[in-house]
């Protein structure tokens, strides 16, 4: 997603070793948790009060906080 879109950046867990550009993400209401599928598990996000800068647009940080898996 390019940063114009994005309001959302997601740090730590599994997408610290991820590009900024594979980190930007929208989410409707920046104060609830986010759970992002990814295959077989979630991964939780917390929003923070935090704000990153990314090509001039302030972005609210989410910090990674567990995975979870899906039940089969």
Known sequence: M???QANVIL???PMSERPENERLTTVGDVSQVLKLPMGS???HFWPT???QTVDGRPLVVFAWSHRTYVAE
């Open 11 to 13: 740090c730590g867990g």
């Open 41 to 43: 598990h979630y991964e």
């Open 49 to 51: 009060p935090e704000e």
């Open 2 to 4: 390019n940063s114009s």
